[in-house]
């Protein structure tokens, strides 16, 4: 049954079109298209699974055996973001609650209500709109230090605190979604707190968006912590431009927190950055009226 012309076509030539996904989507950091195909990349490697067998089957071990390899190099590549732990942070933990609120969202009192009540000291903030902040005014004044900055029209990008601020540290990249402030952590130690919002992948501007991020962040003195809604999976390559222009990991494992992702095609786009030598977990929290789910960190600073 697995010799058939047209078994072995459709074999051959899914196998081909799944193996040139793989190396696209590592290609994110230096092509436009290869952080679209990073999306997909684990999807593509546990296809190529069964297609292996079916080679196999077949008699095409070459085949078999190469297109195995690739899978194993796609799932592998992710396979420690899945499983990772984090770890428990209980004593003089820094709290961060990182939330895309949904700009056109139906009043949302028990959102606000969720992030005083979850004790962040820092709060993250993307599509923050008038909307937002007439039927979320308590959590707005909870806060008594605020930088907002405008990106797409009622979308703003916004980072709240109850940490001192640094005089004059406050900036804001214009239209490109990038909210900063320096505040002194608990321990006393200067941080800079970054609140980021992406637009989509390729056909969209996200590839050149996240060079300017990064050359910004690049120009920071001192640790820095970046949290927001990446619109990327964790492992495309405007994720790691931004990461490695911070000098920082991602805390917490591999989790979907947006609606449309789910077990299929899992798409953990809202992330939080932290510096190297930071540890901690991170808490998912619910929908709450918009389309991102909440992230909860706390964070162990260094």
């Not at 796609?74 to 609120?101: E, H, M, R, W």
């Not at 095609?265 to 918009?290: N, Q």
Request: with cysteine; proline share 7%.
């Amino acid at each position: 049954m697995f010799d058939s012309a047209i078994m072995r076509a459709l074999a051959f030539g899914s196998a081909a079109v799944l193996i040139g996904l793989v190396p696209l989507g590592f290609s994110g950091y230096f092509l436009e298209l290869g952080n679209s195909a990073a999306v997909v990349r684990p999807q593509a490697g546990v296809l190529l699974i069964p297609l292996s067998v079916i080679m196999f089957l077949m008699r095409a071990k070459r085949r078999a055996v190469f297109s195995f390899a690739v899978a194993v190099m796609a799932v592998g590549s992710i396979a420690p973001g899945v499983f990772s732990s984090g770890t428990d942070c209980t004593d003089g933990c820094l709290k961060l609650y990182q939330k895309n609120l949904l700009s056109k969202a139906w009043p949302r009192y028990p959102l606000a209500d969720d992030i005083i009540a979850s004790g962040a000291e820092i709060v993250t903030l993307q599509e923050v709109s008038d909307h937002n902040r007439r039927f979320m005014a308590n959590m707005f004044d909870h806060y008594p230090n605020t930088v907002t900055c405008k990106f797409r029209p009622a979308q703003d990008v916004a980072i709240l605190t109850s940490l001192p601020v640094v005089d004059g540290s406050e900036f804001c990249l214009a239209k490109a979604g990038l909210a900063g402030i320096q505040v002194l952590s608990p321990n006393g130690q200067p941080i800079w707190v970054l609140s980021v919002h992406l637009e989509w992948p390729f056909p969209f501007n996200q590839y050149e968006q996240s060079q300017t991020i990064a050359t910004r962040i690049a120009g920071l003195k001192g640790p820095i912590l970046i949290a927001g809604d990446f619109n990327m999976v964790p492992w495309g390559g405007n994720v790691e431009r931004i990461k490695q222009a911070a000098g920082n990991h991602r805390l917490g494992a591999f989790r979907n927190t947006f609606k449309l992702g789910g077990w299929l095609l899992p798409l953990p786009i809202d992330s939080v950055l932290v510096p190297k030598g930071a540890t901690g977990s991170v808490e998912l929290r619910p929908y709450l009226g918009s389309d991102h789910l909440g992230v909860l960190s706390r964070i162990s600073l260094p």
